[in-house]
């Protein structure tokens, strides 16, 4: 059973930063890869970043290419997202998943973290 918990969300004004963190307990090895995602009310969960374990590659939704970047260290089984120049419209929940394969689903998610950004 993987185990996720993200920290690092708060308040922060436009144009601000914020890292997020998602600590992995009970991984095995053969995670594929790890993903967040965000959500705000009324509205379905969106992609915002993914990146494989193995390799490190990385992909990002559109709307926050050039401003956010994840990245992984292995050794503590930690993924993290730092967010740069934020928005308002980058308020949401942040969530992190665990894909356990390349196919399969999001099969593990952490309890989120709120992230808000005022004007």
């Known amino acids: 059973q993987v185990q996720l918990v993200e920290s690092g969300g708060g308040l922060v004004q436009a144009g601000g930063s914020l890292r997020l963190s998602c600590a992995a307990s009970?991984?095995?090895?053969?995670?594929?890869?790890m993903g967040w995602f965000r959500q705000t009310p009324g509205k379905e969960r969106e992609f915002v970043a993914r990146?494989?374990?193995?390799?490190?590659?990385?992909y990002y939704a559109d709307s926050v290419k050039g401003r956010f970047t994840i990245s992984r260290d292995n050794t503590k089984n930690t993924v993290y997202l730092q967010m740069n120049s934020l928005k308002p419209e980058d308020t949401a929940v942040y969530y992190c998943?665990?894909?356990?394969?390349?196919?399969?689903?999001?099969?593990?998610w952490g309890q989120g973290t709120q992230v808000a950004v005022s004007s």
């Open positions: 009970g991984r095995t090895f053969s995670s594929y890869a």
């Open positions: 998943a665990d894909k356990l394969t390349l196919a399969g689903e999001y099969a593990y």
């Open positions: 990146i494989i374990w193995s390799t490190g590659r990385t």
